[in-house]
T-cell receptor
Framework: DQQVKQNSPSLSVQEGRISILNCDYTNSMFDYFLWYKKYPAEGPTFLIS?????DKNEDGRFTVFLNKSAKHLSLHIVPSQPGDSAVYFC??????????FGTGTSLTVIP | EPEVTQTPSHQVTQMGQEVILRCVPI?????FYWYRQILGQKVEFLVSFYNNEISEKSEIFDDQFSVERPDGSNFTLKIRSTKLEDSAMYFC?????????????FGPGTRLTVL
């Protein structure tokens, strides 16, 4: 039961350009979504979240968009920096405190 | 800044042996979790723990697994008789529990290798 799906396992972007990471979901019951970033040999770190009452949330270079009709969310990073190179996971609550994580998209920002 | 810590960073064990993975969650957090990530696969929820008991567990968390908070700071995951397929990164996480938006803070992980 893949409640969140990230269809692109990898993405390469030139430094300074926009990175767009995508996530689709299958169930609209829950009220928020999160993005996590993971560097090699480290645990995931929380990046940004969005409530389902909003369609956009912005934090510095990071913006998450939620399209409820399409059951789709995306993370935009602009401008992309080499330090943004990491694996990005979208996540959503399953039940209570249990989360579903996507399979991740590995972003490489080329200097 | 407070952080979740995990020890050891890498554990190698023989199949059938017991392992204990240790975590120290952030001190004022109330909810604790274990996740695992098999190489090349997604991060999978194992178990959540609140108020000194398991609050949720996944189908992965069978009788071979147990968790414990033996004192006020440590949170452990025990695998009684390890199997080859238990080889994975194991992440501990915690959160405060005082918000509707349950941002979980993850530790750096323990890489478990079962030979």
């Amino acid at each position: 039961d893949q409640q969140v799906k990230q269809n692109s396992p990898s993405l390469s972007v030139q430094e300074g350009r926009i990175s767009i990471l995508n996530c689709d979901y299958t169930n609209s019951m829950f009220d928020y979504f999160l993005w996590y970033k993971k560097y090699p040999a480290e645990g995931p770190t929380f990046l940004i979240s969005i409530s389902s009452i909003k369609d956009k949330n912005e934090d510095g270079r990071f913006t998450v968009f939620l399209n409820k009709s399409a059951k789709h969310l995306s993370l935009h990073i602009v401008p992309s920096q080499p330090g943004d190179s990491a694996v990005y996971f979208c996540a959503r609550p399953r039940t209570g405190n249990q989360f579903y994580f996507g399979t991740g998209t590995s972003l490489t920002v080329i200097p | 800044e407070p952080e979740v810590t995990q020890t050891p960073s890498h554990q190698v064990t023989q199949m059938g042996q017991e392992v204990i993975l240790r975590c120290v969650p952030i001190s004022n957090h109330l909810y604790f979790y274990w996740y695992r990530q098999i190489l090349g696969q997604k991060v999978e929820f194992l178990v959540s723990f609140y108020n000194n008991e398991i609050s949720e567990k996944s189908e992965i968390f069978d009788d071979q697994f147990s968790v414990e908070r033996p004192d006020g700071s440590n949170f452990t995951l025990k695998i009684r008789s390890t199997k080859l397929e238990d080889s994975a990164m194991y992440f501990c996480a915690s959160h405060k529990g005082d918000s509707s938006y349950n941002e979980q803070f993850f530790g750096p992980g323990t890489r478990l290798t079962v030979l």
